[in-house]
């Protein structure tokens, strides 16, 4: 079958560093999406890798190894409006998107 | 610029009636999609199109029915509610594979 893993919470500190990890199995794959969702509304895109690596872009980084299954957000300097949910999806052969469940990030001052 | 727009926002059902969720997007995408999202649970795919005239089901497409008549609407039909179908439900477009979808602000449907 086809499964995403992401931590279902984690809380980090204003001005901080934290990264989200996101692992997956699926059938085939062709790239792989990070998307913020506050509370009561609609996720929106923040990344999009198909190569291994990182991209950055601006306090979003975001990593990929194809042959771990395995990819991170990494966010820095955290703001408290960083407080949301990130979802972790990947594009499978169908190029269909699978999608994780999502990791509730709590930022305290 | 409006992007993707859902309505209603919100909707209680009876057990047995049946409704319409309209989507329009004015972005010209080609890709919509209709997911739902239960609390606890990851996006699921209930049914998806790549053009006017195309639909497909996606994972979960049981009790659910969409049309796709021009590219900029994709309603999603729900025949004879039942609680299970309580959900967030949201649509999205995309110009295609491989790139980021715009979702709209979602349905928040309660079937009792």
Known sequence: GQNIDQPTEMTATEGAIVQINCTYQTSGFNGLFWYQQHAGEAPTFLSYNVLDGLEEKGRFSSFLSRSKGYSYLLLKELQMKDSASYLCAVEDSNYQLIWGAGTKLIIKP | ?112
């Open chain 2, 1 to 112: 610029n409006a992007g993707v727009t859902q309505t209603p926002k919100f909707r209680i059902l009876k057990i047995g009636q049946s409704m319409t969720l309209q989507c329009a997007q004015d972005m010209n995408h080609n890709y919509m999609y209709w997911y739902r999202q239960d609390p606890g649970m990851g996006l699921k795919l209930i049914y998806y199109s790549v053009g006017a005239g195309i639909t497909d089901k996606g994972e979960v497409p049981n009790g659910y029915n969409v049309s796709r008549s021009t590219t900029e609407d994709f309603p999603l039909r729900l025949e004879l509610a039942a609680p299970s179908q309580t959900s967030v439900y949201f649509c999205a477009s995309s110009p295609r594979e491989n790139t980021e979808a715009f979702f709209g602000q979602g349905t928040r449907l309660t079937v009792v």
